[in-house]
């Protein structure tokens, strides 16, 4: 099973900031979106933000304007900046990426690919 690979979580006080990393290993070509979400201790997973390969972007209301997602398409790596960080924005945070892969003349597959979650954790 490919996974991607994530860093930067940690533990931090309100109104800080993290830079979140994931990198999907090359062998994975064609990737179209990449994205993160998270899961809060008994809540379910959320997305967070999602960027295409053409850079255009989506955000949860929650984190618009303090959150953004960038991405590098030759390295395969998607960023997720924090700021301005809440309490409720600890969680398991989730990289994701997927990729459409044309399986016939009419048919395609949607391949899905996560890590395995990095802690952010929002305290004073």
């Known amino acids: 099973q490919v996974q991607l690979v994530e860093s930067g979580g940690g533990l931090v006080q309100p109104g800080g900031s993290l830079r979140l990393s994931c990198a999907a290993p090359v062998s994975i070509f064609g990737i179209n979106a990449m994205g993160w979400y998270r899961q809060a201790p008994g809540k379910q997973r959320e997305l967070v933000a999602t960027i295409t390969s053409g850079g255009s972007t989506n955000y949860a209301d929650s984190v618009k304007g303090r959150f953004t997602i960038s991405r590098d398409n030759a390295k395969n790596t998607v960023y997720l900046q924090m700021n301005s960080l809440k309490p409720e924005d600890t969680a398991v945070y989730y990289c994701?990426?997927?990729?459409?892969?044309?399986?016939?003349?009419?048919?395609?597959?949607?391949?899905?690919?996560w890590g395995q979650g990095t802690q952010v954790t929002v305290s004073s």
């Open positions: 994701n990426a997927n990729r459409i892969v044309r399986t016939s003349a009419t048919q395609y597959r949607s391949d899905d690919y």
